[in-house]
C-alpha cells in the first residue's frame, strides 16, 4: 500500500520505552513486559509495511542497559536470541524484503547474541522494501565518539587528511547516514536520552502517554497525522 499522507513519511524512528513499567502494573517481575514488547515490534513493522514507510529504527538496548541486574540482564540475552532466531526462520522476512541491521557498540554483546544478529543480517542484506536498523549497545555520544576515533585512525594511517574532514565524512563514519522524519518515545517521558543524536537534528519529535507494549495502530497513525500538519522547515 502507497504512503497514505500527503507529506513523505520514509524513516521513523521509535524509543522503546516502559516495558517494564508496564510489567510491573500486571503485578509480574519488572523484566517479564519485554516479551511484551517483542511481540509489538512485530506489529510495528506491518504498521510500516501498510502505511508505506520505508525504514524504521528502534532504540532496544543501550550501552547503560548493561549495568542491568543480572537475573534481568540474563533474561534480556535469552530473549534477544530467541526472538532472532524466530526472525531469521520467518517466512514474512523474505516475503516481504525485510532488510535487518544492528548498530551500535555490537561487541559488548555475548557471541551468541551476536551470532544470530549476523546471521539475520547476511540473510536479509539484499532486501530492500524495508529496512529495520535495531541500535543495540547504542548510546548517541559513544555513536559521535565511535567516529571520531575511526577518523582519527584513517588520519593515523594516512587514508585520510585532516583537512579532508567536513559534515560528509564525518557522516560516513557513523553507525548510520540515514535521518529519521520523526522521531516517537513511548512511557510519557519527554526525553531524547540520546537517541540518534547527529541524525535527528531536524527530525520532528512526538512523545506518547502509552508503554511501549501499549502502543496501537491508532496512536501511531495519530503520531503520523501530527507530523503532517507541522511544517519542516529544515532551519530555513
Not at 59 to 77: A, G, H, I, Q
Request: charged share 40%.
Amino acid at each position: 500500500m502507497a504512503n497514505l499522507y500527503d507529506k513523505p513519511l520514509k524513516h521513523v524512528g521509535i524509543i522503546l520505552d516502559g516495558n517494564r513499567r508496564f510489567a510491573k502494573r500486571l503485578m509480574l517481575k519488572p523484566w517479564k513486559g519485554h516479551e511484551w514488547g517483542a511481540k509489538k515490534i512485530r506489529e510495528l513493522l506491518r504498521w510500516c509495511k501498510e502505511l508505506g514507510i520505508k525504514e524504521v529504527t528502534l532504540f532496544t538496548f543501550s550501552v547503560e542497559n548493561f549495568d542491568r541486574p543480572k537475573k534481568e540482564f540474563n533474561y534480556l540475552m535469552n530473549l534477544f536470541e530467541e526472538e532472532f532466531k524466530k526472525t531469521i526462520n520467518d517466512p514474512e522476512v523474505y516475503e516481504d524484503k525485510v532488510k535487518f541491521k544492528f548498530i551500535g557498540r555490537i561487541h559488548m554483546f555475548p557471541e551468541s547474541v551476536q551470532k544470530y544478529m549476523k546471521e539475520l543480517e547476511e540473510k536479509t542484506k539484499n532486501h530492500d522494501n524495508l529496512f529495520v536498523n535495531f541500535a543495540m549497545a547504542y548510546g548517541g555520544r559513544a555513536e559521535i565518539l565511535d567516529a571520531a576515533k575511526k577518523i582519527a585512525e584513517k588520519i593515523e594511517k594516512g587514508e585520510l587528511k585532516a583537512g579532508d574532514v567536513d559534515e560528509k565524512v564525518f557522516e560516513e563514519n557513523l553507525y548510520m547516514t540515514s535521518k529519521p522524519d520523526m522521531i516517537i518515545r513511548t512511557s510519557g517521558e519527554k526525553r531524547t536520552s540520546g537517541f540518534l543524536l547527529w541524525q535527528s537534528d531536524f527530525s520532528e519529535w512526538f512523545f506518547v502517554e502509552k508503554f511501549w507494549p501499549e502502543l496501537e495502530k491508532e496512536d501511531f497513525l495519530k503520531c503520523i497525522k501530527e507530523f503532517e500538519k507541522r511544517e519542516r522547515r529544515f532551519g530555513k
